[in-house]
């Protein structure tokens, strides 16, 4: 009778409901340091792929993405949502955090400061970030 709490046609929107907060959060991160390149950009669709979005529809949810992004000032509108996936997923999410930042060769003390917020939000293990953090600048030498 009443369809008002029916989860479908958000179910429909997205097979993973945290792709959105993901494409955000990625997307604030990219931003931070005033320069969203073109390889940022790569390395966010890249990641939220291997998370579970279609190649069909991430133009949709980039574009979408970058709009919420935009419209939000606090990475905990992203992050409160993320912190519930699995820690595989969440290992996804940072190595492309990492990806972003030295894809310029250089990470500055706000990308460095906001993975370090990011991390302790997501309850990850510090260790596990800096093991990833060493894997991203291994690859980028």
């Known amino acids: 009778m009443f369809n008002i709490f029916k989860k479908e046609d958000t179910e429909k929107e997205n097979n993973h409901p945290s792709i959105m907060a993901v494409a955000c959060l990625l997307i604030h991160s990219a931003k931070i340091d005033q320069n969203y390149t073109e390889k940022e950009n790569k390395i966010i669709k890249e990641a939220i792929i291997e998370m579970g979005a279609g190649p069909e529809e991430i133009d949709k949810i980039m574009q979408d993405a970058?709009?919420?992004?935009?419209?939000?000032n606090q990475i905990l509108d992203f992050t409160r949502e993320i912190k519930n996936i699995n820690e595989e997923d969440k290992k996804i999410i940072i190595e492309a955090l990492w990806d972003i930042i030295y894809s310029d060769e250089d990470a500055d003390m706000y990308e460095t400061n906001l993975m370090r917020r990011i991390s302790g939000l997501?309850?990850?293990?510090?260790?596990?970030?800096?093991?990833i953090k060493e894997k991203v600048s291994q690859k980028k030498t």
Do not use: C, R
């Open 122 to 131: 997501l309850y990850l293990d510090p260790k596990v970030v800096g093991d």
């Open 66 to 72: 970058e709009e919420k992004e935009k419209d939000s």
